[in-house]
Each structure stands twice: as structure tokens, then as C-alpha cells.
């Protein structure tokens, strides 16, 4: 719609929460899935890039003014790899930078080897709360096609070391890998389950440009689960995380009732959040406009540029109303628990009819893919989170 943006409201930013991003761009080895902003360099300076970090973080401070700060999540890259005094850091600065929820949830990202293992204490200590592990598979053949660094063996022993360390845990798994069938995949996932982490990551593998695998797979090297095969193997996924008292919160992630990742709801709910690091995105509403900002992505020249100008923004962009509508759309019908029309009015600044297509909705509605909850709100039923990327450009204006 050509006039929406001049009908447009103001965003809603009144007590708007906030989330902090932290990126670690270094890893040991490169994942050949992998097409995140993750780096292998030899001789990081470590300490450098810990004090570039809280500088970017008090360079966005000022910018963001003292917000309640909801959660902190340190992803990458391997940010296991940062020194735990380095993670403690940042930390108690956002702590005294923000006004801390309560319950602020701190999330870090590690990979079970022993080495990394052996530190979670420290990370503990450090103020972390709950520790997401990249386990991925449970056998050796699986790991080694996936290019992880540790074994099964090492995989189990993190996972019972970090049960109890953290009062949450959370671990990934890698699905539909080539050769899996149903039977294999319940099995693998009835034991991990039994580990007792209060969220599981489902990931169904898929081949990214860019990667060693999108290369591999384009010469017929290997091939995947797909189409109906696919899809019992994510019906199955739901089933056998049902049974240990998970439940589908998004179309990847399960997790025991009052165990959800807030910072991810924060993403997917379409709140406010800052991300700091070499390639970090975020999204900021000031003065009724959300911005949208990223970071330069190689880690040399976000060192630079943060030691120069205290940031190392490459982008940054007033996200029209249609975008911002669009946005919210797209990562709220991730969510079992679906949409509500008012937040995205509120979050877009338009009527709910300027972001949705009314036919296409009650089209979709008819095909089974979407549905009306309880309380007003929009959701994809289960047929429809498989099919989320094709619904969704039909469905917005």
C-alpha cells in the first residue's frame, strides 16, 4: 500500500524493554553448516577485544539512555572461548549501565570440549545464569561430518557438568542430517532428552550459501531429508519432546513451561535490543522510529573502528512503518503462541489491515495453515511453521 507510511503512527517506545547482544566472532574450526560471522584466527588478543566490547557497549548506552535490561546473551563465533574476566566485565557494566530485571537472564554459548568444559565454573562465577551448549549430534559419525571438535563422550560429560552448574540449560541438536531416518533420530533424541535440559534447540539441517557444505552438496556429495521424509522427522521431533514435558514455544526451540529463552522471545516478540561485537545487528526505537543498525564484520576493522569512534556501525536505517510491520509479522508467527493485531499496530505504527493481506489470511485460514487463539492473537498451526517462508510473502502487503 502506497499511502500506509502516511498514515503511519509513531512506534510505541513507552517502557519498551531491552535486550543485549554480545558477539564473539572467534571459533577454533570452522563448521562446515556454519554461515554465521565467525572467524578462525590465530593469536587473538583477547583482552583487546574485551575492552573494545565494553567500549561499544558504553558508546550504545548513552545512545539507548537507561533502559530495563531483560537478558544478555553472549553468542558467536565461540564465546566460550572469551576469558571469563572479560564475560564478568561486561556484565557488571550493563548492570550499572541499565536498570537489571530481577530475573535478568545472562546466556553463553559453549561447545562441550574438554578444554571449554573446564571453565564453566568460572563463567558461573562470572555472573552467566544459563548456558546454551552446541552439542549437535550424539554419535561420532554425525560429528565428524558436521565438523565438531569434541566427541559424544565429551558432549554427555559437558552436559552433566553444566546441569549442575547452572540453574538453566539449554543444548542444540542437528536434525534431518543425510541418511537419518525416523527410528535413528527418536532414539538419539529419547537420550538427549533424558539428559534433563529444561530447552532444546531443534535444528533441521539445511545448506546455506557461502558454506563448505552448500559447495559439497552442490557436487552431489551428499543429500538430505526432504519433503515428507522432513516433515515426519519434525513431527517426530515434537512428539518425543512432548513426552519429557517440552513443548514447541517456536518453530525450533522446545522448552519446559516458564523455561523459554527471554532473550530469543525478546527477537521474536520484536522488542527492542542492542548487539555489540564485529557483524552484530540490532534493532532501537527512539523518538517513535525503529532503527535498524549493523556492525562491520570482520573483526580487525570493528577493533579499529571501536578504538577510533567508540563504535563500529556500518549501517544504520529508519525502518519505514510497512517494514516495521513486516518484521514483527515475521518473527511473531514463529511463535506457538502467535501474534497479537494490537502489537503489531503498536510496534508498526498502521492498522493491522495495511500490514495483512485479508483475503490471503482467510485463504490460509481455509488451507489449514493458520488459525485465531485464544485472546485475539494470529498462529501457524503446526502445517503452517513448516511452510512459514512460503506463507509468509503471500500473506504480508
Not at 512460503?390 to 502487503?397: D, E, M
Request: glycine share 10%; net charge negative.
Amino acid at each position: 500500500m502506497t499511502d500506509a507510511p502516511i498514515l503511519a503512527r509513531p512506534a510505541a517506545d513507552i517502557a519498551e524493554p531491552l535486550a543485549l547482544y554480545v558477539h564473539w566472532p572467534f571459533c577454533a574450526a570452522k563448521c562446515p553448516y556454519c554461515d554465521f560471522n565467525s572467524h578462525v584466527r590465530p593469536g587473538v588478543d583477547a583482552a583487546r577485544h574485551g575492552r573494545a566490547l565494553l567500549a561499544e557497549l558504553e558508546h550504545e548506552a548513552g545512545r539507548a539512555g537507561r533502559r530495563r535490561l531483560v537478558s544478555i546473551f553472549f553468542g558467536g563465533g565461540t564465546p566460550s572461548l572469551m576469558p571469563p574476566e572479560a564475560v564478568a566485565a561486561l556484565i557488571a557494566r550493563a548492570r550499572t549501565l541499565f536498570e537489571p530485571a530481577p530475573d535478568l537472564e545472562i546466556t553463553l554459548e559453549a561447545n562441550p570440549t574438554s578444554v571449554e568444559a573446564g571453565k564453566l565454573r568460572e563463567f558461573r562465577a562470572a555472573g552467566v545464569n544459563r548456558l546454551s551448549l552446541g552439542v549437535q549430534a550424539l554419535d561420532a559419525a554425525s560429528l565428524g561430518f558436521l565438523g565438531r571438535n569434541h566427541s559424544a563422550g565429551e558432549a554427555v560429560a559437558a552436559l552433566e557438568h553444566a546441569r549442575a552448574t547452572f540453574p538453566r540449560l539449554s543444548f542444540d541438536l542437528i536434525y534431518a542430517r543425510p541418511g537419518q531416518g525416523e527410528a535413528a533420530w527418536r532414539e538419539e533424541l529419547r537420550r538427549a532428552l533424558s539428559l534433563a535440559a529444561d530447552h532444546l534447540s531443534l535444528y533441521q539441517l539445511t545448506v546455506e550459501p557461502g558454506t563448505r557444505f552448500a559447495t559439497e552438496h552442490a557436487r552431489g556429495a551428499f543429500h538430505l531429508p526432504e519433503g515428507d521424509e522432513a516433515a515426519a522427522l519434525y513431527a517426530a521431533t515434537a512428539e518425543e519432546a512432548a513426552r519429557f514435558g517440552l513443548l514447541p514455544y517456536e518453530v525450533s526451540n522446545y522448552a519446559r513451561p516458564g523455561a523459554e529463552s527471554r532473550h530469543n522471545l525478546a527477537y521474536w516478540r520484536y522488542g527492542d535490543y542492542l548487539g555489540i561485537g564485529a557483524g552484530a545487528h540490532q534493532r532501537l526505537t527512539t523518538g517513535g522510529e525503529v532503527f535498524a543498525a549493523r556492525r562491520h564484520r570482520a573483526p580487525e576493522i570493528w577493533l579499529e573502528r571501536v578504538e577510533r569512534d567508540g563504535h563500529a556501525r556500518v549501517e544504520e536505517e529508519a525502518l519505514t512503518p510497512v517494514e516495521r510491520g513486516r518484521e514483527a509479522m515475521l518473527m511473531g508467527l514463529r511463535l506457538a503462541e502467535g501474534i497479537d493485531p494490537a502489537r503489531i499496530e503498536a510496534r508498526s505504527g498502521l492498522d493491522f489491515d495495511a500490514v495483512v493481506d485479508h483475503a490471503m489470511l482467510e485463504a490460509l485460514m481455509e488451507e489449514g495453515y493458520l488459525r485465531w487463539l485464544p485472546g485475539g492473537r494470529l498462529g501457524a498451526t503446526m502445517e503452517g511453521r513448516l511452510r512459514l517462508d512460503a506463507l509468509l510473502p503471500v500473506l504480508l502487503r
